[in-house]
Nanobody
Framework: QVQLVESGGGLVQPGGSLRLSCVAS????????LSWVRRVPGKGLEWVSH????????VYSDSVKGRFTISRDNSKNTVYLQMNSLKPEDTAVYHC???????WGQGTQVTVSS
């Protein structure tokens, strides 16, 4: 079955950086588009970024554009989210999502606070 396991979250000061990872299994990773979404308490789910199967096309929400970078390594079945210039409003649980499925990872908590 599909498994998505996120890691890399933590507590960081405003302006800091984190890199999230999502290791996938149970499907043909190199054929799949993947997204990062985040869940903010009281605000629901917010789509953050998407990368296509080849890794040559990425799109971002306006709230993270220019600060976050999504990438993937198909040889490692892993998708990444590099997050720079973090802001308190980026605080959320970040999940990776297999596009076109109901499969989500358990999430990794990111807290941006001084």
């Amino acid at each position: 079955q599909v498994q998505l396991v996120e890691s890399g979250g933590g507590l960081v000061q405003p302006g800091g950086s984190l890199r999230l990872s999502c290791v996938a299994s149970g499907f043909i990773f190199s054929s799949a588009g993947l997204s990062w979404v985040r869940r903010v308490p009281g605000k629901g789910l917010e789509w953050v970024s998407h990368i296509n199967s080849r890794g040559d096309t990425a799109v971002y929400s306006d709230s993270v554009k220019g600060r976050f970078t999504i990438s993937r390594d198909n040889s490692k079945n892993t998708v990444y989210l590099q997050m720079n210039s973090l802001k308190p409003e980026d605080t959320a649980v970040y999940h990776c999502h297999l596009v076109g499925s109901n499969s989500w990872g358990q999430g990794t908590q990111v807290t941006v606070s001084s």
